[in-house]
């Protein structure tokens, strides 16, 4: 089994390395926030037997020494066990970090009596025999969040989405619209299944649901246009940086239209938008004498 990459990484203090952890974890990659390096391979060897993993990715301190050790540790250990890795530097320009530092109201870890502005010059000398090592070096002065995502998307997946992951969920606005949702789509307008005696205990997911909620011209055509809505918004999402993009549709009680757009919808959506997440939030629920 080929191993997964192991993403190290570390730079300035202040640059962002906890933030760039938080969007590997969001990638889909394993995140461990200062781990020793003896503990590497032992990490290594119990990943590698989780094949939904992404791959993993490490900040480590260049200061570090001791038990702890430093990302020169870390490189050595990785090279002995075989492991593919990358090292992500991140920096910033002096001004940047000094902001950054007033904002947190932190000492700097190397000038912990002097100034921010000295802690930062001294770091730079440090650290700059690893900057010249790095697999990809970041500049964070004027990166957002979003773009720093994008970045990272872009070069440590291979098969990184031009788009957030979609999710599509039904609901009933009986219980409440999902807090979650980027986007409300109400769909009570469409013929309504609970009054038919044939189809009121059928899921919205039965065939002939879904048949009967999409069977006239102008259900096909709304449900058309919110279609077109939906790879519109995608559309202009592709720097937005998000993690996902929720869209709920609701019928009254989230058993039968609701259900039977969002499989409709997703039907149509999977093959362009993957991965493609359907939740049916209220289809368990207990059904009561109102519509649905």
């Known amino acids: 089994m080929a191993k997964s990459l192991v993403v190290l990484v570390t730079g300035l203090s202040g640059a962002g390395k906890t933030n760039a952890l938080h969007i590997f974890e969001d990638l889909g990659f394993f995140a461990v926030d200062n781990i020793p390096p003896a503990l590497i391979p032992r990490l290594v060897e119990l990943l590698g037997r989780e094949p939904a993993l992404r791959g993993t990715a490490l900040v480590v301190d260049c200061r570090q020494e001791g038990f702890f050790g430093g990302i020169e540790e870390a490189l050595r250990v990785l090279a002995e066990v075989d492991t593919p890795y990358a090292v992500l530097y ?104 609970h009054y038919h005696p044939d189809l009121v205990d059928l899921p919205g997911t039965d065939s002939r649901v879904m048949a009967f909620v999409l069977h006239d011209q102008s259900s096909r055509r709304l449900i058309g246009r919110f279609e077109a809505l939906i790879r519109d918004y995608l559309g202009h999402l592709e720097d937005d940086g998000r993690a996902d993009f929720t869209v709920a549709i609701g019928c009254t009680g989230g058993r039968h239209r609701s259900v039977a757009v969002v499989e409709h919808l997703a039907s149509r959506l999977s093959a362009d938008y993957a991965p493609l997440v359907v939740d049916h939030r209220d289809l368990g629920k207990e059904e009561s004498s109102s519509e649905t």
């Open 90 to 193: 991140l920096e910033a320009d002096d001004a940047t970090l000094i902001r950054r530092y007033k904002e947190t109201r932190r000492q700097h870890p190397m000038a912990p009596r002097g100034s921010v502005a000295e802690g930062i010059a001294v770091e730079r000398g440090l650290l700059e025999p690893i900057r010249r090592q790095a697999t990809l070096v970041l500049d964070t002065s004027n990166l957002t969040l979003y773009r720093l995502r994008r970045t990272l998307s872009q070069e440590f997946l291979k098969d990184a989405p031009a788009h957030p992951p979609l999710r599509l969920v039904s609901f009933g606005f009986k219980h409440g619209a999902p807090a979650e949702a980027d986007v409300v789509l109400d769909v009570r307008s469409l013929p309504n299944p």
